[in-house]
């Protein structure tokens, strides 16, 4: 069974930074993609990156030259670092992962989601 386990939201200024982790188990962290999705209320859940297992990515047109995806696969996990961050970036902020060579950009791809961790960016 494939877990994932968010961490590293909060409440940041506008401008400021936070880095989010995505601790995978349970799976063969190479075969496998991971995404990065947000929602905030009242809107539908939305792309923000992803990641394959051999390291290629794409990061949605609203957060790039802001996010960055990392993965270091010694601790099997996914990084999510984002910077300059904006009011209309706050939401719940999911990892999602799916056993393929390819990257989805789409959720209903994902059959594997995390709990989610919220960030919110004042103004």
């Known amino acids: 069974q494939v877990q994932l386990v968010e961490s590293g939201g909060g409440l940041v200024q506008a401008g400021g930074s936070l880095r989010l982790s995505c601790v995978t188990s349970?799976?063969?962290?190479?075969?496998?993609?991971v995404g990065w999705f947000r929602q905030a209320p009242g809107k539908e859940r939305e792309f923000v990156a992803a990641m394959s297992g051999s390291g290629g990515y794409t990061l949605s047109d609203s957060v790039k030259g802001r996010f960055t995806i990392s993965r270091d696969h010694a601790k099997a996990t996914v990084y999510l670092q984002m910077n300059s961050l904006k009011p209309e970036d706050t939401a719940v902020y999911y990892c999602?992962?799916?056993?393929?060579?390819?990257?989805?950009?789409?959720?209903?791809?994902?059959?594997?989601w995390g709990q989610g961790t919220q960030v919110t960016v004042s103004s």
């Open positions: 349970g799976n063969t962290f190479n075969n496998y993609a």
């Open positions: 999602a992962a799916e056993r393929t060579f390819l990257i989805w950009t789409t959720a209903t791809r994902y059959d594997y």
